[in-house]
């Protein structure tokens, strides 16, 4: 067995002989998922013949006896498991999710078992501090001298406020300028608890901003376009999503164009090369392009005026923009290098 894990499974051995009834045995370990699964306090309850609420009272004096043990140094097996755990957590920024804590701790993708026992010793830990999941967070340990599980709720929702009033992703450093931490990383450790926030690229963001957690192919074609900030050709963006921290990224070259074509953000600008409307890059054909420019202009503009503002929409070649001004029906040459709009 591995050094960490036997530290942890002593720890939780030792914690366990400070019970001692077996049925409060019993009721902790199933409440923690020590042995299995985790159940439920009316599982248990049906399980042993007594009520939910009976359940919980026994859960929570099992819980204050094993507090007041670890205060008072009786479970000697526990401080090994607690000097563990601290050093991985001032690695992680003094606070982590529990999956990110144990797969840390143990190296390998842990199972719900292993995280259980890990949360259980930290739950009655005198040096540590637990975050309850729900809604807004993620079950995770911190270091009790850092703060407890208020305090660390407190600063998730300071981080989540200030991005929201922001509007838009920002960056660690962004978010160091508006907070008082001793390093960037911490501001990490915290927002990577909250399950109202995703980062992609090294910024933070809402997790329902589609910038920073993209959930279909158009999202990730945006995030793909608008991080290069130039136009690409549709394989490009194909290969881009290959290689990118995306999840599901596995999609087909055909799709990726598919949603191209669909999503009025994206403008072709050439031959499968794609920008974002967003750039000033606008639909239609040559002959459009060039009529919209006129008619913004108010006076006739040469050859090369009319290329260089085509130019600046399409990727198209110059002879292409030439070819399509020879349109009688819809441009006039008035001089020698002139041109305007034929009248209706």
Known sequence: MDKNAEILKKAISGSLKIIEQDREKEIISRRFGLNGPKETLEQIGELLSITRERVRQLEKAILIHLQIAAEDNQI?????????????????????????LADKIYEHKTNAREKSGLYFIATFS????????????????????YGNSRKIRDRIDEIVQIIKANKKPMTLD?????????????IKAIASTSKLLATLNNVWGLAKWPSVNPKNIRDKIYVILESKKEPMHFSEIAKEIKDSNFKRKNVTIQAIHNELIKDERFV???????ALSSWGYKKGTISDIIKSILEKSNEPLTREEIVKQVLKVRKVKETTILLNLQNKKLFKKIDKNLYTLTEV
């Open 268 to 274: 072709l600008i050439g031959r499968g090369i794609y």
């Open 174 to 186: 962004e978010l160091d300028e508006k907070l008082n931490y001793e390093h960037p990383d911490h």
């Open 126 to 145: 005198k040096n540590l501090t637990i975050v309850e999941e729900n809604d807004k967070y993620y079950a995770s340990i911190g270091i009790a001298e």
């Open 76 to 100: 000697p097996e526990l401080a090994a498991a607690e000097k563990l755990l601290v050093r991985n957590l001032t690695e992680m920024g003094r606070v982590a999710r529990l999956d990110d």
